[in-house]
């Protein structure tokens, strides 16, 4: 029982592809014919497309342009609209600068429809519609920067026409703008004076209306006044107010003093004697207190000296104090009843003042419930008078703008001169923008086409896409080394590719090699020929088998017959002595491919071709196979399967990476031994990324003399081995 084998790794993703500037520049080096006729008719096509174009002059005229408005500021123009600037209003002259209500105008005064018809149309009188789209599509209109200029500019082949044209817009636009204006004006007028004279009907109702409730309630007021006259005036008023604040502040103050007063009296009689003098001002009760004080104190001393109370001054003195006691009581009581007395008064004036106010307040209200009516039509009466007057103003404004030119609206700053030179065609930015855009198309059709291109371009193609090593860079035009001998300029290239093969061995017993590609003519003959020649070249015995039986052609470059070959081996007709054939070359030998048989696969995979193959293997160094295309008949298949090593040929740009890609797979299918892939036919010249993988051989023989390779070769320099 066969061991079970562990499934195949898969394979590493393919690096990315970023291209490099060197890329672009091979791009446009290869495809440089392209470039050069896109550029070339381009420039060819712009310049005498420039050059047969009628010539066009121009004449431009700068008008200013305000925003409606009166011309009278203040008067029918609102202030905040005076000096306003709408950011749309340019575009919107524009627009109406383009429409018919102007440029029909224009037309019918210059007759354009019947100018225009003989000059451009054999005489045929145009339409007004016809006429208006080529004017539009002669014109141009343009802001002039930070001002409020629009410039407007008439492109024609008649340098007058143009100017007149342009001046002529001019003046078009500056009557529409007039005209609808004075309309707009006319038709506001007849509103307001529609409403006036409905206003002044109105006025005249309410007026009759106020004038009769005057005289029917016998109001009396002045022109100004909006309510019924109060029964006081505000000053009284005010000081009817003032005065009931005091009273009432003295009220407070009076009433807070006889309470106290009392309050001291009923609870201690003798102290309100010590207190009173203090809160009222009386001279006689004060008088009286200091009398009876001084007869106290005689009273005091005249106990202490006679000691005795029927003493007459004793009884004289004590009946004096007695009399003020019963005075002071008296003048108190007196003063008491004099606050309070004081205090009624007070009360009855802030009473008094109360009841002036209230009844002042009721009166008014009353009448102003009685008039009201005839004050609300006299207020209407003001407030529509007013309004009324308003109107009568702005009518005397609007009048007095249409009396008034308004010309100031759209004024022409600079009149249209005739052009001294054309501005159109621009002969010089026309052809230079015509280089421009051949070059650009050149180079963007070369590399719309090489991306199109899906051949082998680069070994980076090579190594990213198939996954393999490039043993060798061939370049163009290399002929037969069999020819050209072992110094041909060529050979370097096919001793790298020796060395390169060799160093992709893993045995050295391994020395049948088969060299095929996808598809025919891309140049694996001549590889397998001058490789077998390098290899003879430097020692090895070594062997040529034209194995392609459908179409040989080694025989012709080696000029010898085709009537022995390998199909006489394989059907045992001649032995290997017979078939192979000496050549020019040392060291090497030739196989013809011998008569075709009915079934080339057949012999291909007999024994009889295994036993070939083992024997050549112990005779020669080295034996190569030339084959048919993989991708075209089974016999390179099978040799794949057969030899040791495998290397493919693929033509520079020639079939696509599919194609290549599948001869490959193929190989590996059968189990051939793939070493590696071949680039052919590469043009050095045009390719200076391949310098590096064989430029160094063509510089270093290409600058020698021939004594000086000749002297290189006899030392041994000539067949160094060189490897990328």
Same mark, same amino acid.
Not at 97 to 107: K, P, R
Not at 122 to 132: A, F, P, S, V, Y
Not at 250 to 264: G, P, T, V
Not at 655 to 666: E, G, N, S, V
């Given at each position: 029982?066969?061991?079970?084998?562990? *499934?195949?790794?898969?394979?590493?993703?393919?690096?990315?592809?970023?291209?490099?500037?060197?890329?672009?520049?091979?791009?446009?080096?290869?495809?440089?014919?392209?470039?050069?006729?896109?550029?070339?008719?381009?420039?060819?096509?712009?310049?005498?497309?420039?050059? /047969?174009?009628?010539?066009?002059?121009?004449?431009?005229?700068?008008?200013?342009?305000?925003?409606?408005?009166?011309?009278?500021?203040?008067?029918?123009?609102?202030?905040?609209?005076?000096?306003?600037?709408?950011?749309?209003?340019?575009?919107?002259?524009?627009?109406?600068?383009?429409?018919?209500?102007?440029?029909?105008?224009?037309?019918?005064?210059?007759?354009?429809?019947?100018?225009?018809?003989?000059?451009?149309?054999?005489?045929?009188?145009?339409?007004?519609?016809?006429?208006?789209? /080529?004017?539009?599509?002669?014109?141009?209109?343009?802001?002039?920067?930070?001002?409020?200029?629009?410039?407007?500019?008439?492109?024609?082949?008649?340098?007058?026409?143009?100017?007149?044209?342009?001046?002529?817009?001019?003046?078009?636009?500056?009557?529409?703008?007039?005209?609808?204006?004075?309309?707009?004006? %006319?038709?506001?007028?007849?509103?307001?004076?529609?409403?006036?004279?409905?206003?002044?009907?109105?006025?005249?109702?309410?007026?009759?209306? #106020? !004038?009769?409730?005057?005289?029917?309630?016998?109001?009396?007021?002045?022109?100004?006044?909006?309510?019924?006259?109060?029964?006081? %005036?505000?000053?009284?008023?005010?000081?009817?107010?003032?005065?009931? @604040?005091?009273?009432?502040?003295?009220?407070?103050?009076?009433?807070?003093?006889?309470?106290?007063?009392?309050?001291?009296?009923?609870?201690?009689?003798?102290?309100?004697?010590?207190?009173?003098?203090?809160?009222?001002?009386?001279?006689? @009760?004060?008088?009286?207190?200091?009398?009876?004080?001084?007869?106290?104190?005689?009273?005091?001393?005249?106990?202490?000296?006679?000691?005795?109370?029927?003493? @007459?001054?004793?009884?004289?003195?004590?009946?004096?104090?007695?009399?003020?006691?019963?005075?002071?009581?008296?003048?108190?009581?007196? /003063?008491?009843?004099?606050?309070?007395? %004081?205090?009624?008064?007070?009360?009855?004036?802030?009473?008094?003042?109360?009841?002036?106010?209230?009844?002042?307040?009721?009166?008014?209200?009353?009448?102003?419930?009685?008039?009201?009516?005839?004050?609300?039509?006299?207020?209407?009466?003001?407030?529509?008078? !007013?309004?009324?007057?308003?109107?009568?103003?702005?009518?005397?404004?609007?009048?007095?703008?249409?009396?008034?030119?308004?010309?100031?609206?759209?004024?022409?700053?600079?009149?249209?001169?005739?052009?001294?030179?054309?501005?159109?065609?621009?002969?010089?930015?026309?052809?230079?923008?015509?280089?421009?855009?051949?070059?650009?198309?050149?180079?963007?059709?070369?590399?719309?086409?090489?991306?199109?291109?899906?051949?082998?371009?680069?070994?980076?193609?090579?190594?990213?896409?198939?996954?393999?090593?490039?043993?060798?860079?061939?370049?163009?035009?290399?002929?037969?080394?069999?020819?050209?001998?072992?110094?041909?300029?060529?050979?370097?290239?096919?001793?790298?590719?020796?060395?390169?093969?060799?160093?992709?061995?893993?045995?050295?017993?391994?020395?049948?090699?088969? /060299?095929?590609?996808?598809?025919?003519?891309?140049?694996?003959?001549?590889?397998?020929?001058? @490789?077998?020649?390098?290899?003879?070249?430097?020692?090895?015995?070594?062997?040529?088998? !034209?194995?392609?039986?459908?179409?040989?052609?080694?025989?012709?470059?080696?000029?010898?017959?085709?009537?022995?070959?390998?199909?006489?081996?394989?059907?045992?007709?001649?032995?290997?002595?017979?078939?192979?054939?000496?050549?020019?070359?040392?060291?090497?030998?030739?196989?013809?491919?011998?008569?075709?048989?009915?079934?080339?696969?057949?012999?291909?995979?007999?024994?009889?071709?295994?036993?070939?193959?083992?024997?050549?293997?112990?005779?020669?160094?080295?034996?190569?196979?030339?084959?048919?295309?993989?991708?075209?008949?089974?016999?390179?298949?099978?040799?794949?399967?057969?030899?040791?090593?495998?290397?493919?040929?693929?033509?520079?740009?020639?079939? *696509?990476?599919?194609?290549?890609?599948?001869?490959?797979?193929?190989?590996?299918? #059968?189990?051939?031994?793939?070493?590696?892939?071949?680039?052919?036919?590469?043009?050095?010249?045009?390719?200076?990324?391949?310098?590096?993988?064989?430029?160094?051989?063509?510089?270093?023989?290409?600058?020698?003399?021939?004594?000086?390779?000749?002297?290189?070769?006899?030392?041994?320099?000539?067949?160094?081995?060189?490897?990328?």
């Amino acid at each position: 029982m066969e061991p079970i084998k562990p *499934p195949a790794p898969a394979p590493a993703a393919p690096p990315e592809a970023r291209l490099h500037f060197l890329d672009y520049w091979r791009v446009i080096r290869i495809r440089k014919a392209i470039i050069i006729t896109v550029f070339l008719i381009t420039a060819i096509i712009a310049t005498a497309v420039t050059f /047969i174009l009628p010539e066009s002059y121009s004449s431009t005229a700068k008008i200013k342009v305000e925003n409606d408005g009166g011309i009278i500021q203040g008067m029918s123009t609102p202030a905040s609209t005076q000096f306003g600037y709408d950011p749309f209003f340019i575009q919107t002259t524009f627009e109406i600068m383009q429409s018919q209500l102007v440029l029909s105008n224009v037309i019918s005064t210059m007759n354009l429809n019947d100018v225009w018809g003989k000059k451009y149309f054999n005489g045929e009188t145009l339409k007004t519609t016809e006429t208006l789209e /080529i004017l539009k599509g002669r014109m141009a209109l343009a802001p002039v920067r930070n001002t409020k200029l629009i410039a407007i500019t008439v492109y024609s082949d008649d340098k007058n026409e143009a100017a007149a044209l342009a001046n002529q817009i001019a003046t078009a636009y500056q009557n529409y703008r007039v005209s609808n204006l004075r309309k707009t004006v %006319e038709s506001g007028l007849n509103a307001l004076m529609a409403k006036y004279l409905e206003e002044s009907n109105i006025l005249e109702t309410i007026q009759t209306n #106020v !004038d009769y409730m005057r005289s029917s309630m016998k109001i009396i007021d002045d022109a100004t006044s909006m309510s019924p006259t109060p029964s006081l %005036e505000k000053d009284e008023l005010r000081r009817i107010n003032e005065t009931m @604040l005091e009273d009432r502040k003295r009220y407070m103050e009076q009433q807070e003093k006889l309470n106290s007063l009392k309050a001291i009296n009923e609870s201690n009689p003798n102290k309100l004697r010590d207190v009173l003098p203090n809160l009222v001002a009386d001279s006689e @009760l004060s008088s009286m207190l200091s009398q009876l004080h001084e007869a106290q104190r005689n009273m005091a001393g005249k106990v202490v000296d006679y000691n005795a109370t029927n003493n @007459l001054n004793v009884v004289r003195i004590q009946k004096l104090i007695d009399t003020l006691d019963q005075q002071i009581n008296d003048r108190i009581a007196g /003063i008491l009843a004099g606050l309070e007395t %004081e205090l009624g008064t007070t009360r009855a004036s802030l009473n008094s003042l109360s009841n002036q106010v209230a009844t002042a307040k009721t009166m008014d209200f009353e009448n102003a419930t009685k008039f009201q009516p005839y004050y609300a039509e006299k207020r209407k009466l003001l407030e529509l008078g !007013d309004s009324h007057k308003m109107l009568g103003l702005k009518i005397t404004a609007l009048i007095t703008d249409m009396e008034i030119p308004t010309t100031s609206m759209v004024q022409l700053t600079d009149a249209a001169e005739p052009g001294k030179v054309p501005v159109k065609p621009n002969k010089p930015v026309n052809i230079i923008l015509g280089l421009i855009f051949g070059l650009v198309m050149g180079i963007g059709l070369a590399f719309f086409i090489e991306y199109l291109d899906t051949s082998v371009k680069t070994i980076d193609d090579v190594e990213r896409t198939f996954q393999a090593p490039v043993l060798g860079v061939i370049p163009q035009n290399i002929g037969y080394l069999l020819e050209e001998g072992a110094e041909s300029k060529h050979a370097e290239a096919y001793r790298v590719l020796r060395t390169n093969l060799l160093f992709s061995r893993q045995d050295e017993k391994l020395n049948t090699i088969v /060299i095929v590609s996808a598809g025919a003519g891309e140049g694996k003959s001549t590889t397998t020929i001058n @490789l077998a020649t390098v290899f003879s070249q430097a020692g090895n015995r070594v062997l040529i088998v !034209d194995s392609d039986l459908r179409r040989p052609t080694l025989h012709k470059l080696f000029k010898v017959a085709n009537n022995l070959g390998l199909t006489n081996y394989l059907l045992k007709q001649n032995t290997l002595v017979e078939i192979v054939q000496t050549t020019q070359v040392p060291n090497l030998d030739f196989m013809a491919s011998g008569k075709l048989p009915n079934s080339a696969m057949g012999i291909l995979g007999s024994a009889q071709m295994k036993e070939m193959i083992t024997e050549l293997k112990q005779r020669y160094d080295f034996i190569f196979f030339d084959s048919p295309p993989i991708l075209g008949v089974s016999d390179a298949s099978i040799l794949a399967s057969e030899v040791d090593l495998v290397m493919q040929v693929i033509q520079y740009r020639r079939y *696509p990476q599919p194609m290549t890609i599948r001869a490959k797979q193929m190989i590996e299918k #059968v189990g051939g031994n793939f070493v590696g892939m071949v680039l052919n036919n590469i043009n050095m010249s045009q390719d200076e990324g391949y310098y590096y993988y064989s430029g160094y051989y063509h510089d270093y023989y290409y600058s020698r003399t021939p004594s000086e390779q000749e002297a290189d070769a006899k030392a041994g320099k000539g067949d160094t081995d060189i490897s990328p």
